[in-house]
């Protein structure tokens, strides 16, 4: 699972994939099927096709609103979270 959030396989998760990893889990198995239909063509996307699923993707999740809404990444050191929220 790892391996597959650290994107750019530097071993360390940053803010940026943690957070697309939360707005992928977000998303339902239906919403994620119909946004990938829209972009994909013949079951295939392409990179750019894919960012745009996904852009699409964030405002459907509270999350993603929040960063669309304000046009900015949120800052991880702002999070007022303990353990036990998790």
Aim: charged share 25%; with cysteine; hydrophobic share 40%.
């Amino acid at each position: 699972m790892f391996k597959i959030i650290d994107v750019n396989g530097d071993g360390v998760l940053d803010f940026s994939e943690y957070f697309f990893f939360v707005v992928v889990l977000s998303l339902s198995n239906n919403l994620g099927k119909t946004l990938f239909n829209k972009v994909a063509v013949d079951g295939h996307c392409t990179k750019k096709q894919f960012t745009a699923m996904m852009n699409e993707a964030r405002e459907f999740s509270a999350q993603g609103r929040k960063v669309v809404e304000s046009g900015k990444m949120p800052d991880p050191r702002s999070t007022k979270s303990a353990e036990e929220d998790f």
